[in-house]
Structures are given as structure tokens and as C-alpha cells.
């Protein structure tokens, strides 16, 4: 049996404002709308070893710093089937999802690579942007796994549980 340790954050300046839209199966999508996402970061620790203590000041500092530029954005999806990115300069993007043509100020937009803006995935690819930022702080010896949970209301979310990859035998 496994024992850890867990520790989480989720603060007030830990959140995003932006709008979307989710595209669904049938090629249909909802309207563009908008949430306060909420932002819950735990890990899971092998140790908590004075030697081994993780920066959480820094691990909060840079997951506030991916919230502001997801914040007052409109998030797109570019790996959706129904987005197509017809022209993006350093004023305007112009695209169409699921038939629909739109023109946003570039400044207004934030391009992610995922094929559905939902919470479940702004979850993991807020995971996968934070493994790549904190870099080395992220000790496999420490650091057993990382949970990034986003949610858009009052226990309603998406988790993403982010673990090291197994070490070739």
C-alpha cells in the first residue's frame, strides 16, 4: 500500500473570466457565453522532507500567471474539426466554427490547442502548461502526481489527474 501526502491550492486570484463555445458531436454548438473558471491545483507527494519541500509560492505564481492570459479572453479550440482559422494578424482573427464566420480583436483571444473548450480539457492543458513552466521544481522523487481541476459554477468541473510517465525498463 501506497501512502501520500496531498496538498492543494485554489484562491480567489486563481480564476479566469473567458468566453467560449462548446462544439458537440452532431457538428451543433452552443452560444458564445462566458464563465468565472475557478482553479483547484493539488499534488500528490511522495515525501514532505524539509529537503524536498516544494516552492509553492512559485507553483501559485505561475498558475496565476496562466490564469491572466486565459483571463477576459474569448478561448478556441484549434484542434476542433469545425474551427478554421481563416486570417490572424496582430489586430484582428478571423474564424469560422461550425459554419459560423467571426472577427475578434487578435488582443481578445486566445488560441489553444485542444479540440473542445470545456472544462475537462482546460484542465489538462493547464496541466501540461504547468509541468512544462515549473520544470525541475517538479521532482519525480517528490512529486507523485498532479490533480488540475477547473470549474465553471458551484460544483460543476472538470479534473485533470497528471502523474509521471513510467521509467523505461
Not at 499534488?43 to 522532507?49: A, D, G, N, P, S
Not at 461550425?98 to 482546460?122: F, Q, S
Not at 525541475?136 to 510517465?165: C, F, H, P
Request: net charge negative; proline share 4%.
Amino acid at each position: 500500500m501506497t501512502s501520500r501526502h496531498r496538498i492543494f491550492v485554489s484562491k480567489d486570484v486563481l480564476k479566469f473570466s473567458s468566453a467560449h463555445m462548446t462544439v458537440f458531436p452532431d457538428g451543433s454548438k452552443e452560444r458564445l457565453h462566458g464563465h468565472n473558471f475557478q482553479v483547484l491545483l493539488e499534488f500528490e507527494l511522495h515525501t514532505t522532507k524539509l529537503v524536498s519541500l516544494l516552492d509553492f509560492g512559485l507553483v501559485k505564481q505561475t498558475l496565476a500567471q496562466v490564469c491572466a492570459r486565459w483571463d477576459q479572453r474569448l478561448l478556441l479550440g484549434t484542434r476542433c474539426p469545425a474551427f478554421e482559422l481563416v486570417k490572424q494578424d496582430a489586430t484582428e482573427v478571423e474564424f469560422k466554427l461550425c459554419g459560423k464566420r467571426y472577427v475578434v480583436p487578435a488582443d481578445e483571444v486566445a488560441l489553444l490547442p485542444l479540440e473542445n473548450v470545456v472544462v475537462e480539457t482546460l484542465a489538462e492543458e493547464l496541466a501540461f502548461v504547468l509541468v512544462e513552466q515549473l520544470g525541475s521544481l517538479l521532482k519525480r522523487d517528490v512529486v507523485a502526481a498532479m490533480i488540475v481541476t477547473v470549474s465553471e459554477s458551484t460544483n460543476q468541473g472538470g479534473s485533470y489527474r497528471w502523474e509521471w510517465e513510467p521509467r523505461p525498463s
